[in-house]
């Protein structure tokens, strides 16, 4: 029987041969916490930024900014060139396999994006890279990564772990916790890929190997754009998470976000009715100027600058 993501993501916690880049340090702002308790039924997280620490606080699929970034890239795509034994089945042009690679996923992910309301599913960009090179006979084990879909999810995984280390913000596990045992409704609203939560899962599972958020966080309630087909700021992810919400009677006047940008996550998030928290944790995720924060289109309900603090916001 295949493993599953899960346990593959697990798998690769367990290998001594595969040296993954760290997430980035903490860096807290010079900020003060702003409680406000608010009638709050549910709290939608974002998760990259504000769950999860990443470089640039959030997923990136091209050369990330910086001096580095081109070199950063193609080291992720020559890792998982090697790991799945690409190369034999890939043109012989001249340049590096990395070289090659990248037009391959430029233009699928370009493709996608358009079919894909700006967001692409990176397994599927990895699907068309892989049917491309199947054609030239590549193979693969079914037995162990199971159906192309399957493999390809493990590949994009796999890629992105290389691209951008990964880790949990200090109170991320107890947070959830927190509000499940609150009685509250929990989910996550981000620009995720369906990896997301494994990975987050993942990053829990660090400090705590027993954590699980699948008890926490419930399946309904987790809205990502690659599945959605739409990304953050646009409209259509917050009618998502507003139909998945009604579905369990809840309205976006009873929900509290979290986020960590004021134009991403808490701009839109007010102007569809939710109540709004910026996560003030880290200057590297952190997206929130004096002007903005000035702006009442853009100021959150609330501002914390622990995750746990959450709980104080319950009304």
């Known amino acids: 029987m295949p493993i599953s993501l899960d346990q593959y993501i697990e798998d690769l916690d367990g290998r001594k041969d595969l040296p993954w880049p ?42 990330p900014p910086g001096p580095l970034g081109d070199f950063v890239f193609e080291n992720a795509l020559e890792k998982t060139i090697k790991e799945f034994k690409m190369w034999n089945s890939m043109s012989r042009k001249p340049g590096k396999p990395s070289e090659y690679m990248a037009s391959l996923h430029k233009n699928a992910l370009a493709t996608l994006r358009l079919t894909h309301g700006g967001e692409a599913p990176a397994e599927k960009v990895w699907e068309d890279i892989v049917r491309k090179l199947q054609q030239k006979e590549y193979t693969y084990d079914a037995g162990l990564y199971g159906s192309v879909e399957e493999y390809c999810r493990k590949i994009a995984y796999f890629f992105h772990a290389s691209l951008q280390g990964a880790g949990a913000y200090p109170g991320a596990a107890d947070a959830l916790r927190m509000v499940a045992e609150a009685g509250r409704a929990q989910g996550l609203l981000d620009n995720g ?6 990975q987050l899962r993942r990053c829990l599972r660090k400090d705590d190997p027993g954590y699980e958020p699948n008890l926490f966080v419930r399946p309904e309630l987790r809205i990502l754009s690659a599945e959605v087909k739409a990304r953050k700021p646009a409209d259509g992810i917050w009618k998502a998470a507003t139909a998945a919400l009604a579905a369990k009677g809840i309205r976006p006047a009873e929900t509290l976000h979290v986020g960590s940008s004021l134009p991403r996550d808490i701009g839109p998030a007010k ?30 309900d609330v501002l914390l600058t622990e995750l746990t603090q959450v709980i104080e916001v319950f009304a």
């Open 193 to 198: 890929q369906s990896f997301t939560f494994g």
């Open 22 to 63: 760290v997430a980035p340090k903490l860096d807290p702002p010079k900020a003060k916490p702003h409680i406000t308790r608010l009638p709050v039924k549910a709290v939608l997280w974002t998760v990259y930024g504000t769950l999860v620490a990443v470089p640039h606080g959030e997923l990136v699929y091209e050369p």
């Open 271 to 300: 102007k569809h009715g939710f109540r709004t928290a910026l996560f003030a944790g880290d200057k590297n995720s952190l997206v929130a100027g004096g002007d903005q924060l000035k702006d009442p289109a853009l100021r959150p």
